[in-house]
DNA sequence: TTCCTTGCAAAACTTTTGCATTAAA
DNA sequence: TTTAATGCAAAAGTTTTGCAAGGAA
């Protein structure tokens, strides 16, 4: 199903759908952060949804925002990545992938894993096993 | 010239030495916290820092510490990571490496280059080059 | 002296938490 | 009606900053 070319509103009964599946209620905050961040495979940071909710009209709290965004990480919806130290991103593809991170704007690219071949990883140390491999390649400006 | 058998205080001058060839000035407390993360490749948190140097008796604040971190950094003395969201961590390992990360402890353990090998890596997108690539291999335990 | 560094406290930020209120089943 | 989610404000944790005092050249 190719929900590529639909808006955030037409997805909330898919996304409610997505939510029950993973057992969470879909409340009415709830259902637009997920709308929000699944309708395009993207990364944003809490502030960025806050601010997107509610330049929207949106009523939600800071404290909902996090707390829903904290709760969807551990159903596996989405993603949370530390690329940087100043903050969380929120990685709506939880595919397994790698990123770009552009130093000069901050933006961060998705690269699949077919792009990347590893011939020689190290042997996990004893009694622990790989797993997931985070994978950040560096950009600069070409000069 | 090996120094791993020697101490932080043995190193003191040999320390001095490596911060006035970056041109950074070699104060009591930049030569503290040098003497001590350069005492050996290891990762340290700055509040990790602040406690050993308070520990041994030194005067140095949480100001001074930062400060003095990001200044080593900027001269790549030390290199800053972002493995977990939750606070920065300094390595004393400026070579190329990477990093396997244990879930259980949160322990950082190196990884030299020669154990990982690329067979095929995306081409940067068009006006960028690669700046670096760090990889983190995240580890459980095996049951 | 002059400039740089330090310490302290306060501020800035991001994220979490307590609790009364509200909404969902 | 009963349980769970939300909003607000406050707290917590990390990092930065302003400024007076101290130290190096």
């Known amino acids: 199903m190719d929900m590529t070319n639909t808006t955030p509103d ?8 997505r939510l029950l599946g993973c057992g969470i209620r879909p409340t009415a905050q709830r259902v637009r952060i997920a709308s929000l961040l699944l309708s395009a495979p993207q990364h944003l940071s809490a502030e960025q949804i ?8 949106a009523r939600v709290s800071k404290a909902t925002v ?9 159903h596996g919806l989405i993603r ?14 939880v595919d397994a992938h790698y990123h ?3 130093l000069t704007n901050g933006a ?6 077919p792009d990347v071949e ?3 990883l190290p042997p996990p140390p004893a009694g622990t096993e790989v ?7 560096r950009l600069r400006k070409k000069m």
Request: without cysteine.
């Open 10 to 17: 037409q997805n909330v009964s898919h996304t409610e759908q």
């Open 50 to 57: 806050l601010a997107s909710l509610r330049g929207a009209g």
């Open 66 to 74: 996090y707390n829903t965004l904290n709760l969807f990480a551990g």
């Open 80 to 93: 949370q990545l530390s690329v940087d130290g100043s903050r969380a991103w929120f990685d709506s593809n």
């Open 100 to 102: 770009f991170h552009d």
């Open 108 to 113: 961060l690219i998705d690269v699949p894993v």
């Open 118 to 120: 590893f011939s020689r």
């Open 131 to 137: 797993a997931g491999i985070d994978l950040v390649i």
